[in-house]
């Protein structure tokens, strides 16, 4: 089963191989470089019925529906105000004339805009029942003229003047001073005051749709659409003759012109455009099958570069067709990505993913047994070397051979100590000795690694760059023999060695690595930073010689042609656009071809002038927009908003000048991409920017922008004031909120002051409560101590009675004679009558304890005696009548009719109750 495949797959392979050898590529050619727009670039619509440059620089195209705008920075896009169809476009002046259906007038710009003003609508020159249409736009004899295929519309600012056609036209056309009319039967028409008369001896051109009459070198040529050319000389007229016409009968022509360097441009409906070289009769055909979007031309502008504007049937076409670059491309992908390209004497040999081709006599085909991966093509005297994933290849006056078996030649090197060759492949370093005889080839033994650069300044010395990372030094013997291999970059310490590529440069060899340049001293035996590359060539990420004074650089994704002059190096940058997404990294070939060099591509290669030319920028000019409205210089932007300057050189082809801009005076040069700055987040305030004409040495101001950024929205005078008013609003609720505080303070204050007041009282009343409280206890102390006293008194009283009475008792139980008993008696009661002052005291002290008491009651009853008052105390006193009795020395009835004597003074019922009533009071 294996086997059965096997089989197949090397059945298929030969085919595809047989294809690739008899397929020849008849419609790649060395072209002119080819810029396409389409409808996403412009955001319009297909058809292109008209291109004009305008005075401004900028071109102009008639797209259906729209006017469209492209200064190289920026496509703009207008409509009519009615909406209809532009067919034509002509430019005089500042305006830009229109013409669409059943309407025509002009645009001025205005404020960074188009403003459309119309001439037929306010003279009025169509009719409700006219159905015409402005398909062409012409200036003759210092009028403007605007053709309809009915009519003609003669404007001279102020008035129209309209001619009718009596026959179907194609269009009119200015030659000299005459104004042809070309008509679709009867021939061609010349127009003489408001008349048209036919032209006769040029019956030929009858029964012919003419598009273009152009008149050049004394002749005028016909360019029909169906029959090819007609030429006119000397009032003979005949068949263009060249091998192009009759292409061109079956390619359509649409358009037609010449210009500069005598070519002529010939735009078809279905086979592209064809630029004919009437010098030495050869052309080229740009068409769909290699760069243009489509086949059919509608219409063609030359620009102030002598470069091609082509307007398609579906897009629009910028051809440099004065250029000094030229393209090579490949859409089919048969060659794939090319790897090294060398021109020969019939052509170009390429080496590509595919193998090896050559291009000869507009035929591009597979050198047969090439297939593969091939890297380079070398020149060494007549012959070229060709490394290849098989081996190495020589091909020499048409003829090619293998050379070598051994895989991968990546690289040849000049040994700058004699005339050998190095070179590095899959599995070491060659040496051909001999450049007459390559096939003496030595193989420095000893190598086995995967060589991608060698350098040679120094006898049995080789310099080499592994293909993954390292560098290493290599010396051998006469012998060819290896004697030792040093790893630089490891020794050196340089921890990044990935990609390592090496450059001789006036005899001295230069290491780059990492983006950083070195040179090796032999004495330290240490890699060490060459001041002079890095200064000028920072962030190189790749360097390609060209010859002993040019060289090629690959930085931060742009290419520079760079020349060295004594310690100067003046570098000329190759246009993005040229090479943009096609270069192969790490794969940078160049070949120098005379005053050109060629550098491979993935899709082909492209042609450099070596020369460097000085760009110059004679009318640059600064456009600003913010929100696609135009910002006037000096003029105020709002704060935090994007800026895009435009910075318009009018220069769409191989010399639009290189340009560099500063902001607000930084250090740094920053480059000027494809005419558009775009600044954000900008420092309120003044701000400048500065563009520089970069040529190749030296930056030369060329120009200025000054704009002020406004405050920020939170800056503005308005937010000023207003955060015035808050702070003013918020200082006054502080000074309010810290009065009503304040007011709280003292209301608390003053609570607190009246609680501690009402505290101070509760506890005054408390204090007076306790001091009346202790005042009764005192007064209730004072009246037990009255009681305990009166009851002393009482006890007193009884004790004295009663030993009285012992005494009187005793004396009359002694056997005394009365007289002495009588005496004894006498002096009991005497000692008795002695104690009375007592009693006094005792009634004195008791009256002074009821001071109070007597005083309300001789109040309420002044007519009481003292006794009435004694007996109050003592029933005040609680004191029964017989108790009463011996205090006041009077009988138990002397106390009942002193107390019914006291009631009665008191006012009292028989029901009151004596003591009690005392007691109340």
């Not at 047969?368 to 020499?396: C, M, R």
């Not at 450059?503 to 040179?519: A, C, G, P, V």
Request: glycine fraction near 6%; charged fraction near 25%.
């Amino acid at each position: 089963m294996d086997t059965k495949h096997h089989i197949l797959k090397a059945r298929i392979t030969a085919i595809f191989l047989l294809y690739l050898i008899s397929f020849q590529l008849y419609s790649q050619e060395l072209l002119p470089f080819v810029e396409n727009y389409n409808k996403s670039d412009y955001q319009g619509d297909n058809q292109i019925w008209n291109v004009a440059q305008g005075n401004d620089n900028a071109m102009y195209f008639a797209n259906n529906y729209y006017l469209l705008r492209y200064d190289g920075v920026k496509w703009e896009k207008y409509s009519l105000p009615n909406k209809t169809i532009i067919r034509s476009i002509m430019v005089d002046g500042d305006r830009i004339y229109s013409g669409s259906y059943k309407e025509f007038g002009y645009w001025y710009r205005k404020n960074g805009k188009m403003i459309y003003v119309s001439i037929s609508d306010t003279t009025k020159v169509f009719d409700e029942s006219d159905n015409e249409e402005v398909w062409k736009i012409f200036k003759f004899k210092g009028k403007i003229y605007f053709q309809s295929f009915n009519g003609l519309f003669q404007y001279d600012g102020k008035i129209i003047k309209k001619s009718k056609f009596d026959f179907l036209v194609s269009y009119c056309f200015p030659v000299g001073n005459d104004l042809l009319v070309a008509s679709v039967e009867k021939g061609i028409y010349k127009m003489n005051n408001s008349k048209f008369e036919k032209i006769e001896g040029w019956s030929i051109l009858e029964n012919n749709v003419i598009h273009a009459i152009q008149k050049h070198q004394n002749k005028t040529y016909f360019f029909t659409k169906k029959n090819g050319v007609y030429v006119e000389e000397n009032g003979v007229l005949s068949a263009w003759k060249s091998s192009l016409n009759d292409i061109l009968k079956a390619a359509n022509i649409n358009v037609a012109k010449f210009i500069k360097s005598n070519k002529l441009i010939i735009g078809t409906a279905n086979k592209g455009v064809y630029i004919f070289d009437l010098n030495s009769g050869a052309y080229k055909n740009i068409n769909r099958n290699n760069v243009l979007m489509n086949n059919s031309i509608l219409s063609i502008e030359l620009d102030k570069e002598n470069d091609l504007w082509l307007g398609l049937d579906n897009g629009i076409a910028h051809i440099e067709v004065n250029s000094p670059i030229s393209i090579f491309y490949d859409n089919s992908g048969i060659l794939g990505s090319v790897y090294s390209i060398a021109s020969t004497s019939k052509g170009y040999l390429m080496a590509s993913n595919h193998g090896v081709f050559k291009y000869e006599d507009k035929e591009l085909s597979l050198i047969p047994n090439t297939q593969g991966q091939a890297w380079d093509i070398s020149k060494v005297n007549n012959k070229y070397l060709i490394g290849h994933n098989e081996g190495t290849f020589v091909y020499e006056n048409g003829l090619f051979s293998k050379l070598s078996t051994i895989n991968g030649g990546w690289n040849l090197a000049k040994s700058n100590i004699n005339n050998s060759y190095l070179q590095a492949t899959y599995s070491g370093v060659i040496i051909y000795n001999d450049a007459n005889d390559l096939n003496q080839k030595i193989v420095i033994k000893g190598i086995l690694k995967p060589i991608k650069y060698v350098a040679q300044n120094r006898k049995n010395e080789i310099w080499a760059a592994d293909n993954n990372r390292g560098l290493y030094r290599i010396l051998y013997n006469d012998a060819y023999e290896t004697t030792d291999i040093k790893n630089v970059t490891q020794h050196s310490k340089i921890s990044n060695d990935f990609g390592v590529k090496i450059f001789e440069f006036r005899n001295e060899i230069l290491f780059l690595i990492n983006k950083s340049w070195y040179t090796y001293n032999s004495i330290t035996n240490q890699l060490e930073a060459n001041e002079l590359f890095n200064t000028n060539f920072k962030n190189v990420s790749n360097i390609v010689s060209i010859d002993e004074n040019h060289f090629l650089i690959l930085q931060e994704g742009l290419l520079y042609n760079i020349y060295a002059h004594d310690n100067k190096f003046i570098r000329n940058i190759i246009q993005e656009k040229y090479y943009k997404g096609k270069i192969i990294n790490d794969n940078v070939k160049v070949f120098k071809n005379k005053d050109n060099y060629l550098l491979n591509l993935d899709d082909g290669f492209i042609s450099l002038q070596l020369k460097y030319t000085n760009k110059k920028a004679s009318n640059i000019s600064i456009e600003a927009f913010v929100n696609n409205n135009l910002v006037q210089k000096n003029s105020k932007i709002p704060y935090n908003s994007e800026l895009r300057i435009h910075v318009i050189s009018g220069v769409f082809g191989a010399t639009r000048p290189n340009l560099f801009y500063k902001l607000n005076g930084t250090k740094e040069f920053i480059p000027v991409n494809e005419g558009l700055i775009v600044l954000n987040n900008l420092n309120s305030g003044s701000n400048e920017i500065t563009v520089y004409l970069h040529d190749g040495l030296t930056y030369d101001k060329i120009s200025n922008f000054q704009f002020i950024v406004a405050k920020p929205w939170y800056l503005s005078f308005w937010m000023i004031l207003f955060y015035l008013v808050v702070i003013g609003g918020i200082l006054y609720l502080y000074y309010k909120w810290n009065k009503m505080r304040y007011i709280q303070k003292l209301e608390l204050r003053d609570e607190e002051l009246k609680h501690q007041k009402k505290i101070l009282e509760m506890e005054l009343k408390a204090e007076n409560e306790l001091n009346i409280q202790e005042y009764e206890k005192h007064i209730l102390e004072l009246e037990l101590q009255t009681k305990s006293s009166e009851v002393a008194g009482k006890s007193l009283s009884i004790a004295k009675q009663s030993e009285m009475i012992e005494n009187i008792q005793s004396i009359l139980d002694s056997d005394m004679d009365f007289n002495k008993l009588k005496s004894e008696i006498k002096k009991a009661i005497k000692i008795n009558a002695v104690n009375k002052h007592e009693w006094e005291t005792f009634e004195t002290n008791l009256n002074q304890i009821h001071n109070e008491f007597i005083i309300t009651l001789f109040k309420k009853f002044p007519n009481l005696t003292s006794k009435d008052i004694k007996l109050c105390i003592y029933l005040k006193m609680n004191l029964s009548s017989k108790e009463i009795a011996p205090m006041m020395n009077i009988s138990f009835r002397g106390v009942e009719l002193h107390r019914y004597r006291l009631r009665k003074k008191l006012n009292l019922v028989q029901d009151e109750n004596l003591s009690k009533f005392l007691l109340s009071i």
